[in-house]
């Protein structure tokens, strides 16, 4: 019974059904915060929305038992997990507060696509890396506010009064969101002040930025390209071989290592019919030639 649940659970079919259902949950839930609907209109969409919302939580259960314990084994069907359980209750309960997380099972379709679900690997992958980047941007920042209140805090107060007002003002220029403004404001007590914007903007824009592209351009390559998957693929093969390998070596060795048994019986051929003994080895019979 558990296994043809699991067969239909897990088949194309019904996940293109439940894929089918998220998008149209995403329509409903575009269409209700359009300006000019009806109120008849609004309530059908929202009794339309509770009932996806129904169907997806007996998806879930659905999904649960028939993986088991491998459900929660799985980071995508946790992801299901999570975006149903947080999003429900803005519509089972009506709670104004809640509704606004309706628009998280959205999200489900990363899960339902294939190829983004490649591309969320991938930035979850890229996540080590993307940290080290922030941490170099945020000291850059910092040492940056630092230098920029002690040289422009007295004449440029509103972008360098404090510590925090330069981070967030160099935060501004370093995404050359109206920097100039800023500029502007500098250059007129300070003529010079050219040069620590055009070095900020080198350092923290132009080099550290396109290092944070970098790294997440090169981990999406290598999560969605084929050949890592071979080499993947190549690397589990020769761990299972060296497994075996190994469990087989040990054998070996197990076998070499234990004790010799005695010999039982005599080997020395029967006793002579006058009661002598046999001291050499025992003769042969006589040849018929």
Request: proline residues 6%; aromatic residues 10%; glycine residues 6%.
């Given at each position: 019974?558990?296994?043809?649940?699991?067969?239909?659970?897990?088949?194309?079919?019904?996940?293109?059904?439940?894929?089918?259902?998220?998008?149209?949950?995403?329509?409903?839930?575009?269409?209700?915060?359009?300006?000019g609907i009806a109120e008849t209109t609004r309530?059908?969409?929202?009794?339309?929305?509770?009932?996806?919302?129904?169907?997806?939580?007996?998806?879930?259960?659905?999904?649960?038992?028939?993986?088991?314990?491998?459900?929660?084994?799985?980071?995508?069907?946790?992801?299901?997990?999570?975006?149903?359980?947080?999003?429900?209750?803005?519509?089972?309960?009506?709670?104004?507060?809640?509704?606004?997380?309706?628009a998280l099972r959205l999200l489900r379709v990363?899960?339902?696509?294939?190829?983004?679900?490649?591309?969320?690997?991938?930035?979850?992958?890229?996540?080590?890396?993307?940290?080290?980047?922030?941490?170099?941007?945020?000291?850059?920042?910092?040492?940056?506010?630092?230098?920029?209140?002690?040289?422009?805090?007295?004449?440029?107060?509103?972008?360098?009064?404090?510590?925090?007002?330069?981070?967030?003002?160099?935060?501004?220029?370093?995404?050359?969101?109206?920097?100039?403004?800023?500029?502007?404001?500098?250059?007129?007590?300070?003529?010079?002040?050219?040069?620590?914007?055009?070095?900020?903007?080198?350092?923290?824009?132009?080099?550290?930025?396109?290092?944070?592209?970098?790294?997440?351009?090169?981990?999406?390559?290598?999560?969605?390209?084929?050949?890592?998957?071979?080499?993947?693929?190549?690397?589990?093969?020769?761990?299972?071989?060296?497994?075996?390998?190994?469990?087989?070596v040990e054998r070996i060795l197990d076998t070499?290592?234990?004790?010799?048994?005695?010999?039982?019986?005599?080997?020395?051929?029967?006793?002579?019919?006058?009661?002598?003994?046999?001291?050499?080895?025992?003769?042969?019979?006589?040849?018929?030639?």
């Amino acid at each position: 019974m558990r296994e043809r649940l699991a067969a239909v659970v897990n088949g194309s079919r019904f996940q293109n059904m439940i894929l089918a259902l998220i998008v149209l949950n995403g329509v409903i839930l575009a269409i209700d915060v359009l300006p000019g609907i009806a109120e008849t209109t609004r309530d059908r969409l929202q009794f339309a929305d509770r009932v996806i919302v129904w169907i997806f939580i007996v998806e879930i259960a659905l999904r649960i038992l028939a993986n088991g314990r491998s459900f929660f084994r799985d980071g995508w069907s946790l992801f299901d997990f999570a975006i149903v359980v947080i999003s429900a209750p803005g519509t089972v309960t009506g709670i104004s507060a809640l509704r606004i997380l309706r628009a998280l099972r959205l999200l489900r379709v990363l899960s339902g696509v294939s190829q983004l679900r490649k591309v969320g690997e991938a930035l979850v992958a890229a996540i080590p890396g993307i940290s080290w980047v922030i941490v170099l941007l945020f000291l850059i920042n910092v040492v940056s506010a630092i230098i920029g209140t002690n040289l422009f805090g007295e004449e440029v107060p509103e972008y360098f009064g404090d510590l925090f007002t330069s981070m967030y003002s160099l935060f501004m220029v370093m995404t050359l969101e109206d920097w100039p403004d800023i500029a502007d404001a500098v250059l007129a007590p300070h003529p010079m002040g050219w040069i620590f914007f055009v070095a900020f903007i080198l350092v923290a824009t132009f080099t550290i930025m396109n290092l944070f592209v970098g790294v997440i351009v090169a981990v999406m390559d290598r999560e969605t390209s084929t050949y890592y998957e071979y080499v993947a693929l190549y690397r589990d093969q020769m761990r299972r071989d060296m497994e075996i390998l190994k469990g087989r070596v040990e054998r070996i060795l197990d076998t070499l290592e234990e004790p010799a048994t005695p010999d039982s019986g005599d080997r020395r051929g029967p006793e002579p019919e006058d009661g002598t003994k046999q001291t050499g080895p025992p003769t042969p019979p006589p040849s018929e030639d």
